[in-house]
Nanobody, 118 residues
């Protein structure tokens, strides 16, 4: 079974930057939608950003102008560049890949911890 493997989470000071990566552990049909979600303690999982195969992106209002999602189709990897980090960005970040059609799937990564200190 193919797994999504995230990396890049860390402890960082407010105002700092991090880049998260998410790649598949094996061969997989390219996803239609790649996304990043996050879940803070005691809160529901929320959408952070998505990018579709054509390159269009969507962001939560709380991260617009600070976070950038991108994908490398050749490497089947999705990234989340996070700048201007705030303490309220502290959460476990999960990547999600979706594909529709005959070879459909809906995969989640194991999560990577991002902690922003004030």
């Amino acid at each position: 079974q193919v797994l999504l493997v995230e990396s890049g989470g860390a402890l960082v000071q407010a105002g700092g930057s991090l880049r998260l990566s998410c790649a598949a552990s094996g061969i997989i049909f390219s996803p239609d939608v790649m996304g990043w979600y996050r879940q803070a303690p005691g809160k529901q999982r929320e959408l952070v950003a998505t990018i579709i195969s054509g390159g269009s992106t969507n962001y939560a209002d709380s991260v617009k102008g600070r976070f950038t999602i991108s994908r490398d189709n050749a490497k089947n990897t999705v990234y989340l560049q996070m700048n201007g980090l705030k303490p309220e960005d502290t959460a476990v970040y999960y990547c999600n890949w979706k594909r529709s059609g005959v070879w459909k799937y809906d995969l989640w990564g194991q999560g990577t911890q991002v902690t922003v200190s004030s």
